[in-house]
Antibody
Framework: EVHLLESGGGLVQPGGSLRLSCAAS????????MTWVRQAPGKGLEWVSA????????YYADSVKGRFTISRDNSKNTLSLQMNSLRAEDTAVYYC??????????????WGQGTLVTVSS | EIVMTQSPATLSVSPGERATLSCRAS??????LAWYQQKPGQAPRLLIYGASTRATGIPARFSGSGSGTEFTLTISSLQSEDFAIYYC??????????FGGGTKVEIK
């Protein structure tokens, strides 16, 4: 059974940093692209960043480019999102999601339960 | 960036009735469109991919249609567990992957 478990969320001041992690199990982690999707309170879904199965290709939304860094450790089945220079508008539940593809981006057949990031002074 | 527009924002439907949700792309996405269902406090769940293929375990009352720029999700006979928010997502042109703003299906 596929399982994705996010961690690392919390309250952080504007300009601060936070690192999210997603522990994956139940599938061959290195064979699939992984994505972070966020959802601001009461709002819709926003794609944030993705990484290919090998980790060789990374992609970012313009809203986070230059501030966020996605990475993965295929030996530990872990996906990460390093978030720097956080802003109030980054406040959201962050979901990690498993893509159906390996080197390209498609759609997501499994999602974690999410971790809440709150950026506030 | 491809903009996805969903309508209506809210759909009020009685149990047992049919619900028809629309999703429009700002340019053609071929059939590279997925639909998700999200209930309060839960993660989204994949319903449809390839515009019309049901994901594993999704009941037959959910169907998707369309291609190019116009897509429809139909729920043939609404059950109590179907009241939720539905999102479309294109994966034809990326980055970025883009979602629609969602349609909330509520009890009439």
């Amino acid at each position: 059974e596929v399982h994705l478990l996010e961690s690392g969320g919390g309250l952080v001041q504007p300009g601060g940093s936070l690192r999210l992690s997603c522990a994956a199990s139940g599938f061959t982690f290195s064979s699939y692209s992984m994505t972070w999707v966020r959802q601001a309170p009461g709002k819709g879904l926003e794609w944030v960043s993705a990484i290919s199965g090998s980790g060789g290709s990374t992609y970012y939304a313009d809203s986070v480019k230059g501030r966020f860094t996605i990475s993965r450790d295929n030996s530990k089945n872990t996906l990460s999102l390093q978030m720097n220079s956080l802003r109030a508008e980054d406040t959201a539940v962050y979901y990690c999601a498993k893509d159906v593809g390996s080197n390209y981006l498609y759609y997501f057949n499994y999602w974690g339960q999410g971790t809440l990031v709150t950026v506030s002074s | 960036e491809i903009v996805m527009t969903q309508s209506p924002a809210t759909l009020s439907v009685s149990p047992g009735e049919r619900a028809t949700l629309s999703c429009r792309a700002s340019q053609s996405v071929s059939s590279n469109l997925a639909w998700y269902q999200q209930k309060p406090g839960q993660a989204p769940r994949l319903l449809i991919y390839g515009a019309s293929t049901r994901a594993t375990g999704i009941p037959a009352r959910f169907s998707g249609s369309g291609s190019g720029t116009e897509f429809t999700l139909t729920i043939s006979s609404l059950q109590s567990e179907d009241f939720a928010i539905y999102y479309c997502q294109q994966y034809n042109n990326w980055p970025p992957l883009t979602f629609g703003g969602g349609t909330k299906v509520e009890i009439k």
